[in-house]
């Protein structure tokens, strides 16, 4: 069993922050996302949504996510990057 705060694997990161967006954000446009898509644009989120994301990324991980992280997080490949960095 994984606890909140072990890092996921790469996989593992990418299916958690698909399944969060497709709570937030779903249809055809979530399954053809590519890694470096823009979420805003290429789902239509908007600011609430955005922060809908987060929260509901850092309950699942455990993980605190600043707002200093937001720029990196505009693609579902910075999502990855942050969930599998040490924090």
């Known amino acids: 069993m994984t606890g909140p705060t072990a890092l996921p694997a790469a996989d593992n990161a990418r299916v958690l922050v698909l399944d969060v967006l497709r709570g937030i954000a779903p249809g055809p ?32 991980t455990g993980r605190r996510i600043e707002e200093d992280d937001y720029d990196r997080l505009a693609d579902l490949q910075g999502w990855v990057e942050l969930l599998t960095a040490p924090a």
Request: glycine share 6%; net charge negative; proline share 3%.
């Open 29 to 60: 446009a979530l399954d053809a996302l590519g890694p470096h898509d823009d979420l805003r644009d290429t789902l239509g989120l908007d600011s609430l949504d955005f922060q809908a994301l987060v929260v509901r990324v850092c309950e699942r």
